[in-house]
């Protein structure tokens, strides 16, 4: 009985991680909107305008160590050389909906 009950309770716990942890499309549609206003300009289409080679494109983001929301989320927040910070601009569901938007374009080849 204990063990049905342990096995159970850790289904539901991974199924919850699972459904936390992804964008929903309204986080991705927002984030596009967002994006289009505050990040196109120096990100259309997933590129790079001040450094070419760190694109938002997934081989870069990944070999950059950014493939992460958590990630996204902190430099958009907090800027990083030439990027500016949009932590005082953004809210932080503003911002986790950009990171969420840019994690799917990113998936989806931009």
């Known amino acids: ?9 850790c289904a539901l716990l991974a199924a919850f ?28 289409g997933g590129t790079n305008r001040v450094n070419a080679a760190k694109t938002l494109k997934k081989d870069a ?6 493939y ?4 996204i989320v902190y430099q958009v927040t907090k800027g990083k050389m030439a990027m500016p910070a949009f932590g005082g601009r953004l809210s932080d569901d503003q911002i986790a909906s950009v ?8 998936d989806k080849g931009w």
Do not use: P, W
């Not at 596009?32 to 259309?44: P, Y």
């Not at 990171?99 to 990113?106: K, P, T, W």
């Open 99 to 106: 990171a969420a938007y840019v994690l799917d374009r990113a």
């Open 1 to 9: 009985m204990f063990k049905h009950l342990l096995l159970s309770c």
């Open 17 to 44: 991680t699972l459904f936390v942890g992804q964008a929903t499309a309204a986080d991705i549609e927002a984030g596009s909107k967002i994006f289009a206003q505050n990040c196109a300009a120096c990100h259309a």
């Open 68 to 71: 992460s929301e958590d990630k």
């Open 61 to 66: 983001l990944q070999k950059y160590d950014m």
